[in-house]
């Protein structure tokens, strides 16, 4: 239990640190990144989703057994955003320096799998 609580402080630290500051960085973004963002709703939906599975992450290193069962969800939440990077930046439609991110969140994933099978059941 020791490595699954390891790995989702790192991943939830990590994860706060990278989203919080997307809350102030939407007109950056919009001029440094074109086209500009059209859909505010949908970037600080993101942000504050992603944000929250954060927080999930840091609840879950906190007690792993009795939280086992959310690693599953926190595994989908990692492969599909590194997943759509890959095809995003794949198709041309991302930068390759977005790979980074989507790197990140493809080896946390792999991270929450193996924490998923050394976690043993919580007993009642």
Known sequence: MKFAKIVFWIAGIWGVLVIT?????????????????MHPGFFYGFAGAALAWQIAFLFIAQDPARFRPLMIPSILEK????VA???LVFQGRMHRSDLVFGGTDLLLGLLFVVAYFKTPPRTV
Request: no cysteine.
């Open 21 to 37: 500051p997307l809350y102030f960085l939407f007109d950056l973004i919009s001029r440094n990144d074109p086209p500009p963002i």
């Open 79 to 82: 492969a599909t955003y590194s």
């Open 85 to 87: 990077v890959f095809v």
